[in-house]
């Protein structure tokens, strides 16, 4: 019997609050060409007062469990990749399995930063595939603006706050699903992007500059390997759904398979870098007005802070 993961729903959510690239710039040494010429980003949302990560990764969790048609006790597993849990301890991932009403199956979080949701992905896979649970949440959410310095220019332009989710099924003998995935880490970048625990002075330090350089390489890689391992081609990519954190590096990987830009799916613009929320908010918007269909052939991918990084491919 073989078991493939399948995606039955994807839903999002972004707060309602949306800070412009003109707003920053009253506060900041900036302006909007400069962040749009740099990093292709317009504006952000974020999260309100009082709303926790755990409340995104909810909102996003219940539209996906609509879309596939399903409700919280049809879920045996929750894993949620996050980078700015509600709390050190316990995971943020049993908060969420409680606001949705689960009583049963099991939540855990997993921590890769901006590739979060490509690791999540790929340990919600292996556990469906070795028949450890059928039915999973796979839950991307951040609230990066708790952990951004308003007042640093280099890093307060680029983040935002949301969540997107995925609901994945154990399904036998079907061309559809988690085709394969592929992780890496190289723990020598470690110091080139990071938030202090117990940060103080608040905020990200990060070596611009060091981390553009290895993402771009690290990614090649990472497309090359995925697609040679399993005997596709450039040309039969149907979509690549990036992580959303710069455009010249999204621009970079497309040339490199050969993709146009309407092939593409670019929410950077109004949603800046949502860390692992980006690639499931980015899936969904492209399920939800028809540009993903069944049977296309998605490529996913991201570099993180670490360095962690990894790819994707699903037939939907």
């Known amino acids: 019997m073989t078991l493939r993961s399948v995606i039955l729903g994807t839903g999002s959510y972004l707060p309602q609050k949306i800070v412009t690239n003109d707003e920053l710039s009253q506060r900041l040494d900036t302006s909007h060409e400069w962040i749009v010429e740099r990093t ?14 755990s409340d995104l990764a909810v909102q996003a969790a219940r539209r996906a469990l609509e879309a596939a048609n399903l409700t919280p006790q049809d879920i ?24 949705l009403g689960m009583t049963q199956g099991f939540a855990f979080d997993q921590a890769a930063v901006c590739s979060g949701f490509i690791f999540a992905l790929a340990t919600a896979d292996a556990y469906l595939c070795q028949g450890m649970a059928k039915t999973a949440l796979v839950i991307g959410a951040e609230t990066m603006s708790r952990v951004v310095d308003w007042t640093d220019r280099s890093t307060a332009v680029l983040f935002g706050d949301g969540a997107g989710a995925v609901v994945l099924q154990a399904q036998e003998n ?34 611009g500059r060091e981390i553009f350089r290895n993402a771009v390489h690290c990614l090649d890689e990472a497309v090359t390997d995925i697609l040679e391992r399993h005997n596709i081609s450039q040309e039969d990519i149907d979509w690549l759904v990036p992580h959303q954190a710069n455009k010249r590096i999204i621009d970079a990987t497309a040339k490199r398979l050969g993709l146009p830009e309407e092939k593409v799916v670019h929410t950077g613009a109004q949603q800046a870098n949502t860390s692992a929320a980006s690639i499931p908010l980015a899936l969904d918007a492209a399920v939800r007005d028809g540009r993903i269909r069944q049977g296309d052939l998605v490529l996913c991918e991201a570099f993180a802070a670490g360095y962690a990084w990894g790819s994707t491919l699903i037939r939907m």
């Open 76 to 99: 045996d597993m929750i894993v949620l990749a996050t980078a700015t849990p509600d709390h050190i301890f316990p995971s943020t991932a049993v908060r969420v399995q409680a606001k």
């Open 40 to 53: 292709g980003i317009c504006a952000r949302h974020i999260a309100a007062e009082g709303e926790e990560t």
């Open 174 to 207: 079907t061309d559809r699903g988690i085709l394969g995935s592929l992780q890496r880490t190289n723990g020598r970048g470690y110091d080139q992007m990071y938030v202090r625990k117990g940060s103080d002075p608040c905020g990200i330090h990060m070596n």
